[in-house]
């Protein structure tokens, strides 16, 4: 039986079938095979590729094969400040972060206000520019190497983007784009637009470093619509088309959905603090049974249980104590408060150090990684667009 859902890149509602994502989106499994492959690279399978919370890709194969010949790629990913950040939000950044380590590759992080101004129609750009430095302090407070992390926030940087985003606009029609999209007549033609600046910074590391040969793009997968058409057009520009590793959203609270912004009930927000964090995991949905008495009798269900998500995806790294933890739960063993009440402490934690990063981040820090004050690409980019 299928429930209904719905996925767009800027809304997700209902319950996600990933395996059915795989299939209509067209993209690939992470199979054994290419665990194995990743392994041969990192030296180790990462643990959220392990856990199949990035599970799905486009060309990842190719890419680190060619990585093995010795052609490296840069990583590009980015988040759209259209609020404060929960740690959903902050997944895709945990894994970016671990692949730039691993493999000491440059990073591209794109901020997109333009795209939460033109989408959210409510928005002040005053809140938008807020939103956009806040989430960069609690993307940088996770520790992102400042020698070959370059950040591009839209508004600010346009000056780099926009003679590649307007070549890519002129190769994209617009059926192509409502076919993808879902644009409708009363869509705004800066969303329309947006696309072609999403697409840019696949293309911009090329300009920044010819020491790399490719892209690699880690994002939740409810970014692949932006990919299918940057792809499309890569090899009409002369850009070699983007690779993907796609990422499932972080389940919410609440039972269904992801993590969503318009219900904070369902999330825990960077800064929500202790007794929120508290309330929001004691009123998590669980697969427990109503009463201590039928959970030590029947066991609960892990499996629908987003306690144990959270510990699945972010809060027990060691495989064995979680597998622990999941039969312990079946069998009635634990009950759900003493499994809420240790996520409760290890979030609480997580938070007070993040927060503790947070607060040392301030303009300057900032500033070392912004791509303007890195380098200059202005002509170079020019150039490259009047030879063609
Ligand atoms: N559209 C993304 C968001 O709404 C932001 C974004 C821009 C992004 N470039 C990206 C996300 C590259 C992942 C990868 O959050």
């Not at 194995?36 to 990192?42: A, D, E, H, N, P």
Request: glycine fraction near 6%; charged fraction near 25%.
């Amino acid at each position: 039986m299928n429930e209904e859902f719905s996925i767009t890149p800027w809304e997700v509602k209902g319950k996600i079938d990933y395996e059915r994502l795989v299939k209509s989106f067209g993209v690939k499994i992470i199979d054994d095979n290419l665990k194995s492959l990743i392994k041969k690279v990192f030296g180790e399978i990462p643990k959220l590729i392990a856990r199949n919370i990035f599970y799905s890709h486009r060309d990842l194969d190719i890419l680190l094969n060619e990585y093995l010949n010795g052609k490296k790629f840069y990583l590009y990913t980015g988040r759209g400040p259209s609020g404060p950040m929960h740690l959903g939000h902050i997944l895709p950044f945990i894994f970016t972060k671990y692949l730039q380590e691993k493999l000491s590759t440059m990073l591209i992080i794109q901020m997109t206000p333009d795209e939460k101004y033109v989408y959210h129609e409510d928005m002040r750009p005053s809140e938008v520019y807020n939103y956009t430095i806040d989430n960069i302090r609690d993307i940088l407070a996770l520790g992102f190497n400042s020698q070959n992390t370059y950040i591009i926030d839209d508004i600010r940087n346009i000056n780099f983007l926009y003679p590649l985003a307007i070549s890519v606009a002129r190769k994209v029609t617009f059926s192509t784009a409502r076919a993808v999209f879902g644009f409708t007549p009363e869509t705004n033609i800066g969303l329309i637009f947006y696309m072609a600046i999403q697409a840019a910074p696949a293309f911009i590391g090329y300009f920044i470093s010819d020491e790399y040969k490719y892209c690699l793009i880690p994002a939740a997968i409810d970014q692949d619509p932006y990919w299918r058409i940057t792809r499309d057009i890569a090899g009409k520009l002369g850009f070699p088309k983007p690779a993907q590793i796609h990422g499932k959203l972080l389940p919410s609270l609440k039972a269904t959905g992801k993590m969503s912004t318009s219900e904070p009930e369902s999330a825990i927000y960077l800064s929500d603090d202790d007794d929120i964090v508290k309330t929001k995991i004691l009123n998590a949905f669980t697969g427990g049974q109503p009463t201590a008495r039928e959970q030590r009798l029947y066991g609960g269900n892990p499996e629908i249980c987003t306690v144990y998500m959270y510990y699945y995806y972010l809060f027990e790294e060691d495989d064995r104590k979680l597998m622990e933890r999941y039969t312990k739960c079946k069998n009635g063993e634990i009950l759900c408060g003493e499994c809420k009440e240790e996520l409760s402490r290890r979030i609480i934690n997580f938070l007070s150090q993040h927060r503790r990063r947070k607060e040392k981040i301030d303009d300057e820090y900032i500033e070392k990684y912004m791509i303007d004050s890195k380098v200059n690409l202005e002509d170079q980019i020019k150039k490259y667009l009047l030879l063609r």
